[in-house]
T-cell receptor, first 113, second 111 residues
């Protein structure tokens, strides 16, 4: 089944404790992206990647890192999480040139205490 | 930078009724999409309409696009309780590197 998977689905952590949210897709998509969703603010892009070893900032990249060492994986790294990063995070992927039609993962609900 | 704005923000209807939600956007587009999100879960792609299309159907969904008014509407006919969700329109940003979502319409269908 074609899908985007994220792990963990739920995470409660404390300020400053490094964490990684994994994202993997099995559709051989070149493009991958991370969004966060907050009440009243909608979905905002954090980082995106057009292909392996090619990443770029979205609208709200501060406090996040990403890497794209393999085509299928696009982990989101929070080196020193803070409470304002409490949010619902989505990973998405698409074929290159078809970024208007992205496939979304199930989401990761992160709470930073 | 927000591209789409849905209207209304919330909509409550009875099963069997039709639900209409609207989306306005700011810049020129190649296509527009509608997504559904069940409470706190992932986004599901519903339908894409291209800029040269005026109307598109998919099952109980009907989408219209008016590029002169920079607006789109999503009609769900014969609503069911399972249609209860938030609905978002989305367009690609100018660089084609991100989807820009509106804040969504929350639809509640009661039986």
């Amino acid at each position: 089944e074609a899908q985007v998977t994220q792990n963990p689905r739920y995470l409660i952590t404390v300020t400053g404790k490094k964490l990684t949210v994994t994202c993997s897709q099995n559709m051989n998509h070149e493009y991958m992206s991370w969004y966060r969703q907050d009440p009243g603010l909608g979905l905002r892009q954090i980082y995106y990647s057009m292909n392996v070893e090619v990443t770029d900032k979205g609208d709200v990249p501060e406090g996040y890192k990403v890497s794209r060492k393999e085509k299928r994986n696009f982990p989101l790294i929070l080196e020193s999480p803070s409470p304002n990063q409490t949010s619902l995070y989505f990973c998405a992927s698409s074929s290159l040139g078809a970024q208007y039609e992205q496939f979304f993962g199930p989401g990761t609900r992160l709470t930073v205490l | 930078s927000q591209q789409g704005e849905e209207d209304p923000q919330a909509l409550s209807i009875q099963e069997g009724e039709n639900a209409t939600m609207n989306c306005s956007y700011k810049t020129s587009i190649n296509n527009l999409q509608w997504y559904r999100q069940n409470s706190g879960r992932g986004l599901v792609h519903l339908i894409l309409i291209r800029s040269n299309e005026r109307e598109k159907h998919s099952g109980r969904l009907r989408v219209t696009l008016d590029t002169s008014k920079k607006s789109s509407s999503l009609l769900i006919t014969a609503s069911r309780a399972a249609d209860t969700a938030s609905y978002f329109c989305a367009t690609a940003n100018q660089a084609g590197t991100a989807l820009i979502f509106g804040k969504g319409t929350t639809l509640s269908v009661s039986s």
